[in-house]
């Protein structure tokens, strides 16, 4: 009940596309949803977040959705760039603040 | 600002040694959690540190070991390192637990291999 899913595995796309990557879970008393970016060798860093009350948040190239009766969310990639090429993480907690982190997307954007 | 640092960058231990690793947290932050990351694998929670006490476990055995100091710097400590202890060592500091403490910004890591 606290595992969190994520696909797909890996995605390939090319420069302006909009790669989209999917998290599910199980725990209604998750209150917060980031997703976090990992460029090899490095720590994950923080992208955005998102919390229940909203169904979708922007900033920048990034948009977050977020279904509440689906127990869903997702990640939108707008205009991607090689630059984004990475491994992305989607993660939810709750007051505690432990982070629950889905198995991670690798992504490649194609020139 | 300073961010998340880590300390080693790497370390080579062999099957059975101890290891002590460190991080600092970011300026204005009290709150320190620890999490392995096994190649390939999404972080998993070890431990979190507040106001110099454990605050919450995951599922780890106890030969992982934690300390939090006065300046809100943290160790984590593995004893009798076993193989599958190979992994990134991810430190992230937090504002308190609480909804502004889910916010957590992540070190560099430490690579740990067990020979």
């Known amino acids: 009940q606290q595992q969190v899913k994520q696909s797909p595995q890996s995605l390939i796309v090319q420069k302006g596309g909009i790669p989209i990557i999917n998290c599910a879970y199980e725990?209604?008393?998750?209150?917060?949803f980031p997703w976090y970016q990992q460029f090899p060798g490095k720590g994950p860093a923080l992208l955005i977040a998102i919390r229940p009350d909203v169904s979708e948040k922007k900033e920048g190239r990034f948009t977050i959705s977020f279904n509440k009766s689906a127990k869903q969310f997702s990640l939108h990639i707008m205009d991607s760039q090689p630059g984004d090429s990475a491994t992305y993480f989607c993660a939810a907690s709750w007051h505690t603040g432990k982070l629950i982190f889905g198995q991670g997307t690798t992504l490649q954007v194609k020139p | 600002e300073t961010g998340v640092t880590q300390s080693p960058t790497h370390l080579i231990k062999t099957r059975g040694q101890q290891v002590t690793l460190r991080c600092s947290s970011q300026?204005?932050?009290?709150?320190v959690s620890w999490y392995q990351q096994a190649l390939g694998q999404g972080p998993q929670f070890i431990f979190q540190y507040y106001r110099e006490e454990e605050n919450g476990r995951g599922n780890f055995p106890p030969r992982f070991s934690g300390l939090q100091f006065p300046n809100y710097s943290s160790e984590l400590n593995v004893n009798a390192l076993e193989l599958d202890d190979s992994a990134l060592y991810l430190c992230a500091s937090s504002l308190p637990p609480g909804p502004e403490g889910n916010e957590q910004f992540f070190g560099p890591g430490t690579r740990l291999t067990v020979l």
């Open positions: 725990n209604t008393a998750f209150d917060y």
């Open positions: 300026s204005g932050h009290n709150t």
